[in-house]
């Protein structure tokens, strides 16, 4: 901790202090844009305003400065020696990997779930459709249930 202390200097508090900087821009814009410019129902921006390139210049400058800065000034950056044997780092570091590990068998056994159970679909001709819905169009469940009936088999089909 000795060695943190004594090389807190500019270099390390200014990568820190560009990505506080850029959140404190950032979030106040964004919020900004959600009242002004975003539409609710799609989510998508209604016009364009200034605002959308500075939210992304900012997003960039606060990313690219800080790695920026740290290799120009890499010499002067505080290392913190952590090769000790220390119980609780080495307990830490064996949760961290013990949970990766059940995490890589997680996502291997939904990617095996993938492949045994490939996407089966269902097409329905609109056109037929339209034909047999004839019940009103705010009657979504009954227009459903119809639905249903003429496509039995094939719903029991895929569902095995």
């Known amino acids: 901790m000795d060695a943190l202390k004594s090389n807190y200097s500019l270099a390390y508090k200014i990568p820190l202090l560009s990505v506080i900087a ?15 410019l975003i539409n609710p129902e799609t ?14 210049t900012v997003l960039a400058l606060g990313i690219a400065l800080p790695i920026v800065f740290s290799y120009i000034h890499n010499k002067s950056m505080p290392i913190i020696d952590i090769t000790k044997n220390s119980k609780p780092y080495s307990i830490v570091t064996f949760i961290m990997a013990f949970g990766a590990l059940i995490d890589t068998f997680g996502l291997f056994g939904d990617f095996m779930n993938l492949v045994n159970n490939a996407p089966r679909y269902l097409v329905i001709q609109f056109a037929d459709a339209d034909k047999v819905i004839d019940a009103p169009m705010a009657d979504a469940l009954a227009s459903a249930a119809k639905m249903m009936e003429q496509y039995d088999e094939d719903f029991r089909e895929l569902a095995k």
């Open 43 to 56: 989510g998508f921006y209604d016009k364009k305003d200034i605002t959308i390139s500075i939210l992304y």
């Open 22 to 36: 850029a959140i404190l821009i950032a979030v106040p814009l964004r919020v900004y844009q959600y009242i002004k």
